[in-house]
């Protein structure tokens, strides 16, 4: 008989205790094994149910944070624009099962979503307040109003989103809730201004042929400074300039009938203006008016000799170029900032002052208009000849790193019409470039952005770039044309105006 048969014909009495037991066992383990499959099928199955909910909930944040973010940055524009695009950020941000959205078919894809998600989509607009105390306790909230509003509240709560498993235990679909609230972040914004006194140069005779400047534009430009000034009469003078060979000053002043006409202003002189004429060697000459006589030589004597508010104090109220344009881009500048409120502050420095560097004409001040009025009442060469950029920087950055509010997006706009030819107290082109350099980089330091702007052929677009890219800003160049003194005025006021709506966005809840 085979050993087999031998086994199976075995008594139960002759199968020994610790055989039974390697029995018992096996079976044991087949029963557990088959209870752990089904315990570890039970996990997956809830590990994929519970990863899709975590994908849907991140896909629907996201979603709502995009459209927020969207929306509050077209509130500038009204609140149809905002809801315009935060809706279609909802759309081109699918959640969970939604496909991604092809280019010909958006506008199709938002009226799907609307007629699926619309009624379960709230938009609000209002201002936000980080002290107010919202939902629970928490620190923050919008406070709603459709007057100028700069915050926009997005909430969704997307349906219909299948469970692969979960329905076996009765659950056959989830909704996910998301809400996201958006606001301009508030900035404080140091305007840096060049007042040097190339900042009339346009106006003045040497400027015919540069730039397309021609002297036909020059001219026009002088008589409406001219009538800027409200057209004062000295003697028998006439703003077409007049002929006159003699030499002799007695000669001159009684032809002009200036003899006994006080000069008007605190510096300069009818003698002086009367050598100014004559010189060969200075713009007149070059111009075609060497020993011709009038308002348009003189106004040209003012700009040229005496251009600083000590010397000839009236300069300010006229449309010298390229000031005036510069003046009135700032004025725009304003209007935009106070047209959206978003408790932006504004400070004024210009270069140079009297000590050759640079004066805080205002600090970080919610009075926006108070940057304008000064602006406005300051002359190309108002307190000083030269161009010390890098002072302006410093005296600007100093006023930012010291008294900005610790939640503000730190600004900087730098404008110059020409190049940095002044430091420590002399002309040195070199070691002021430099100091532009090293002023950059401390900005770049204390987390101020530059704004750059050249305006004009001779201002030094290369290292205007330069600051805008070692602050992480942007490099405006406004370079002229041949439209006249005010060639440039439409592109100064649109690149202000960008850099007004140039907002920082965040998200605040």
């Known amino acids: 008989m085979s050993r087999q048969s031998d086994r199976l014909a075995k008594s139960p009495a002759e199968i020994t205790p610790e055989r039974r037991r390697r029995v018992s066992r096996r079976g044991a383990i087949v029963v557990l094994a088959a209870l752990v499959m089904v315990i570890m099928v039970a996990l997956v199955a809830f590990a994929v149910d519970i990863g899709y909910v975590l994908k849907v909930e991140t896909d629907s944040h996201r979603a709502v944070d995009a459209a927020a973010l969207a929306g509050a940055g077209k509130l500038i524009d009204g609140e149809t624009a905002a809801r315009t695009a935060a809706i279609e950020y909802l759309v081109r941000n699918p959640i969970g099962y939604q496909q991604t959205i092809e280019v010909g078919n958006l506008q199709q894809k938002i009226t799907e979503f609307m007629a699926s998600h619309g009624a379960n989509l709230q938009l609000q607009y209002g201002v ?13 909230d919008l406070v709603l109003t459709n007057d100028r509003p700069s915050a926009i509240r997005v909430s969704l709560t997307h349906t219909g989103h299948p469970y692969f498993f979960g329905r076996l235990l009765g659950k056959t679909a989830f909704d996910v809730t998301s809400e996201a609230v958006a606001t301009y972040q508030p900035r404080d914004i140091m305007l840096v201004l060049d007042f040097s006194a190339s900042m009339n140069d346009d106006s003045e005779l040497k400027s015919i042929g540069q730039g397309g400047l021609t002297k036909t534009a020059i001219v026009a430009n002088q008589q409406q400074i001219y009538a800027d000034l409200g057209s004062p009469k000295y003697g ?14 007695t000669t001159i002043k009684n032809t002009l009938g200036i003899k006994n ?43 040229d000799k005496h251009p600083s508010f000590a ?22 500048f304003v209007d935009y900032l106070k047209g959206v409120d978003c408790e932006d502050r504004l400070g004024l420095a210009v270069y140079d002052y009297t000590d050759g560097n640079a004066k805080l004409e205002t600090g970080l001040t919610t009075n926006l208009d108070l940057t304008a009025d000064i602006t406005d009442a300051r002359q190309a060469g108002h307190y000083h000849d030269y161009t010390n950029i890098a002072a302006g920087m410093a005296k600007a950055r100093t006023e930012l790193v010291t008294k900005a509010r610790p939640g503000a997006y730190r600004m900087m706009v730098l ?13 040195n082109e070199t070691a002021a470039n430099n100091a532009v350099i090293t002023e950059a980089t401390a900005a770049k330091n204390a987390g101020i952005k530059i704004m750059t702007i050249s305006l004009g052929a001779a201002a030094d677009a290369n290292i205007m770039q330069q600051v805008a ?31 007004a709506d140039d907002r920082p966005l965040k998200i605040v809840r």
């Open 311 to 332: 010397d000839t104090n009236s300069l300010w109220k006229t449309s010298a170029q390229p000031m005036a344009t510069m003046q009135d881009a700032t004025g725009v």
């Open 415 to 427: 404008m110059t019409d020409g190049q940095a030819n002044f430091y420590n107290g002399q002309v």
């Open 128 to 140: 936000w307040n980080a002290a107010a105390v919202g939902p629970g306790g928490t620190k923050g």
């Open 261 to 303: 006409v006080a000069y008007p202003y605190a510096n300069g002189s009818w003698d002086e203006y009367i050598d100014y004429v004559i010189s060969s060697s200075e713009q007149p000459a070059a111009a075609g008016y060497q020993k011709k006589y009038g308002y348009l030589t003189l106004i040209n004597y003012w700009l």
């Open 469 to 499: 890219d070692i602050t992480g800003g942007k490099h405006f160049n406004v370079p002229g044309g041949t439209g006249g003194v005010d060639q440039y005025k439409n592109a100064l006021i649109q690149t202000f105006r960008s850099i």
């Open 236 to 249: 028998s003078m006439v703003f077409t300039p007049v002929s006159i060979s003699s030499t002799n000053k």
